[in-house]
């Protein structure tokens, strides 16, 4: 499967818990974008990253998240001291270099606060 | 200013009709704006997408119509079918200026058999 990778696909946390989501773009793809989705609602930017660089961030809140897209390996978004509000569902989508290029979305990860 | 409104939130069309989805936005600096499919479970998947230069595109069943003057844009899906209910959201990008995707509210369609 050449397509967005993401894990794990259900994520279950207790409030104050860390949550990490993972993101393997497509192959040849270097751009990154995390978004979140709520309960019957559109998708709602986060981040977009470039390999070992932030981009853009406007979209993340100020605290307890943040997101890194390594040398090697797969992005990670992160969630430090969750919080009931974070239930959602993550999405990340990659696109090739240059602009004007499609993004294509991975299948999510449902995260769940208990 | 970022924003794109999407309507209607729910539609249900017989097999066969028209499926018609509208949006509009604001910013005059959007210059890119795909449709998605989402099905449950599954991560948005690139439909098809226009850029305001033309007024309409169609792949297949699928077209877009663009009005730039009325910033309005909307999805057409002809002999709508049952495998074709889903959530569609539309999107907008301002070229260049991060790449980020300003997505509608969405509507979920179902085609009745």
């Known amino acids: 499967n050449a397509g967005v990778m993401q894990n794990p696909r259900h994520l279950v946390r207790r409030r104050g818990q860390e949550a990490r989501l993972r993101c393997s773009p497509m192959?040849?793809?270097?751009?990154v974008y995390w978004y979140r989705q709520l309960p019957e609602e559109g998708l709602k930017f986060m981040v977009y990253l470039q390999k070992e660089n932030i981009i853009d961030e406007s979209g993340m809140p100020k605290e307890r998240f943040s997101a890194e897209f390594p040398k090697e390996g797969p992005s990670i978004l992160r969630i430090q001291q969750v919080v009931r509000g974070d239930s959602a569902a993550y999405f990340c989508?990659?696109?090739?270099?240059?602009?004007?290029?499609?993004?294509?979305f991975g299948d999510g990860t449902r995260l769940s606060i208990l | 200013q970022q924003q794109v409104k999407q309507s209607p939130q729910s539609l249900i069309v017989q097999k066969g009709g028209i499926s018609i989805i509208n949006c509009a936005y604001e910013?005059?600096?959007?210059?890119?704006f795909p449709w998605y499919q989402q099905f449950p479970g599954k991560g948005p998947a690139l439909l098809i997408a226009i850029r305001p230069d033309v007024s309409e595109k169609k792949e297949g069943r699928f077209t877009i119509s663009f009005n730039k003057s009325a910033k309005q844009f909307s999805l057409h899906i002809m002999d709508s079918q049952p495998g074709d209910s889903a959530t569609y959201f539309c999107a907008a990008r301002v070229s260049g200026a991060g790449n980020m995707l300003t997505f509608g509210g969405g509507t979920r369609l179902m085609v009745k058999p």
């Open positions: 910013n005059t600096a959007f210059d890119y």
């Open positions: 989508a990659s696109s090739p270099r240059g602009i004007n290029q499609p993004q294509h």
């Open positions: 192959k040849g793809h270097s751009h």
